[in-house]
C-alpha cells in the first residue's frame, strides 16, 4: 500500500468505525428508552397527577 493511499485507507476505516459505533450507541438509546417507557407503565406514561 502506498503512503498516499494509506491515508485514505486509514480514514475510511476509521470514517467506518465511527459511524458503527454512533449506530450501536443510537440503537442502545433508543432500547432505554422504549424499556424505560414500559417500566413506567401506560398509566404515568404522560406525567400528569391524578
Same mark, same amino acid.
Given at each position: 500500500?502506498?503512503?498516499?493511499? =494509506?491515508?485514505?485507507?486509514?480514514?475510511? $476505516?476509521?470514517? $467506518?468505525? $465511527?459511524?458503527?459505533?454512533? /449506530?450501536?450507541?443510537?440503537? &442502545?438509546? $433508543?432500547? &432505554?428508552?422504549?424499556?424505560? &417507557?414500559?417500566?413506567? =407503565?401506560?398509566?404515568?406514561?404522560?406525567?400528569? /397527577?391524578?
Amino acid at each position: 500500500m502506498s503512503e498516499r493511499n =494509506g491515508d485514505r485507507a486509514r480514514f475510511q $476505516k476509521d470514517h $467506518k468505525r $465511527k459511524v458503527r459505533r454512533r /449506530q450501536r450507541i443510537h440503537e &442502545l438509546i $433508543k432500547a &432505554l428508552r422504549t424499556r424505560a &417507557l414500559t417500566s413506567i =407503565g401506560p398509566s404515568n406514561a404522560t406525567g400528569g /397527577q391524578s
